[in-house]
């Protein structure tokens, strides 16, 4: 049974950074692709970054340059570091796990999500 559980989300002002933690269980974690995704009060779940078995890395434009999304199989944790966060960036944010796939950046592919961990920029 597949189980995610996000950690380190808090409030931040403009500028800052944070690291978000998913520790997973359940699965195979080295074979399997992991991803974040986020969503904002009264939008829609999106995609931020992901991350193969092999270590290749994917990132929405809005975060590109800013966050980086980091694996450690042998701990079985995927992590998502912020800097330069902007009010923009506030959301509660998801890790997902899956095979990869061409399709893996919608949310829609994906019934699996831990409980999210909220992220707050204020300006």
């Known amino acids: 049974q597949v189980q995610l559980a996000e950690s380190g989300g808090g409030l931040v002002q403009a500028g800052g950074s944070l690291r978000l933690s998913c520790a997973a269980s359940?699965?195979?974690?080295?074979?399997?692709?992991m991803g974040w995704f986020r969503q904002a009060p009264g939008k829609e779940r999106e995609f931020v970054a992901a991350?193969?078995?092999?270590?290749?890395?994917y990132y929405a434009d809005s975060v590109k340059g800013r966050f980086t999304i980091s694996r450690d199989n042998a701990k079985n944790t995927v992590y998502l570091q912020m800097n330069s966060l902007k009010p923009e960036d506030t959301a509660v944010y998801y890790c997902a796990a899956d095979r990869w796939s061409s399709g893996f950046a919608d949310p829609a592919r994906h019934d699996r999500w831990g409980q999210g961990t909220q992220v707050t920029v204020s300006s």
């Open positions: 359940g699965f195979t974690f080295s074979s399997y692709a």
């Open positions: 991350i193969r078995w092999s270590g290749g890395t």
